[in-house]
């Protein structure tokens, strides 16, 4: 027990020596550290102005400047575009809408003159032109000619300037008419315009194959004998031509009723021999 006890010590003894060693070097930096006067740091307070801020405030503020920023330069690109396609679009938008409303204007004066066939007459007694178109169906019972009209047994109505089927011909109000209205029809010339020359009576001008004229007063009584044969005809459930009862007829004969600037006794009424279903 001594002996280990004697070995323990001795082990311990070293260190305890270099404790002692170590703070005989400690103790003189001490004195003189405690010799000098303490200083304290250099600290400012000065306060701080509100452009410095926070480190973290600065960060923020920093973030929010710069979206801003980048949002109002994307406001700004997007303005200049969206005015640059404006000044460029309008201009081609009108030019387009005046194309556009030139080739309506077109297609309608077009469309006009075909439904319309009116020939521009030089003629000093009136300065409108109106037709009769020739009453086409899509049935022929009286052929295509005056030849085939006959023989098919077809009569000749001046009122409707057509042959008609017997079944279709209404002979006492035409009768009543024709005492009304004046013989008054004329050939046309080379170019299809009216001339003076009177066609001489009814059988020859129920076999002509080529247009005529007539007054506007025989289109007036056309068109009133045209309205009570279709009155007539529904009343008593008869058959009536086709042509006459197209809307488009009646549209027809009320602009010719209702025109107050040509006079009754001018040429200016272009007819053609018609051959109408029934």
Not at 59 to 75: A, G, M, N, P, T
Not at 192 to 203: C, F, L, V, Y
Not at 210 to 238: D, N
Request: proline share 6%; with cysteine.
């Amino acid at each position: 027990m001594l002996l280990a006890a004697g070995m323990v010590r001795n082990r311990l003894e070293p260190r305890v020596r270099f404790s002692n060693e170590r703070s005989s070097q400690i103790k003189p930096q001490l004195a003189t550290m405690s010799s000098q006067p303490r200083i304290p740091p250099a600290y400012s307070y000065e306060p701080i102005s509100k452009e410095d801020g926070h480190v973290a405030g600065q960060s923020c503020e920093f973030d929010i400047r710069l979206s801003s920023s980048k949002v109002r330069r994307w406001l700004v690109w997007w303005s200049v575009v969206a005015t640059a396609f404006a000044l460029v679009s309008l201009p081609l938008l009108g030019l387009s809408a005046l194309t556009a409303f030139r080739a309506s204007s077109k297609m309608s004066a077009s469309l006009e003159e075909q439904q319309l066939s009116i020939k521009a007459a030089d003629m000093a007694t009136s300065s409108s032109i109106s037709y009769m178109r020739p009453h086409l169906g899509p049935k022929r019972p009286c052929g295509h000619s005056a030849e085939e009209a006959k023989a098919a047994g077809c009569v000749f109505d001046i009122m409707n300037v057509a042959w008609m089927p017997w079944d279709c011909y209404d002979q006492k109000l035409s009768y009543q008419f024709q005492k009304e209205v004046p013989f008054d029809f004329f050939y046309a010339d080379a170019d299809g315009m009216p001339t003076s020359r009177r066609i001489p009576d009814e059988k020859t001008l129920s076999e002509m194959d080529e247009p005529c004229w007539a007054t506007r007063e025989y289109h007036v009584l056309h068109c009133t004998f045209a309205w009570k044969m279709m009155h007539r005809a529904i009343e008593r459930g008869w058959r009536i031509e086709s042509t006459t009862t197209e809307f488009s007829h009646t549209e027809h004969c009320a602009h010719i009723l209702t025109n107050r600037t040509v006079p009754l006794e001018a040429v200016v009424t272009e007819v053609n021999i018609g051959y109408p279903s029934c």
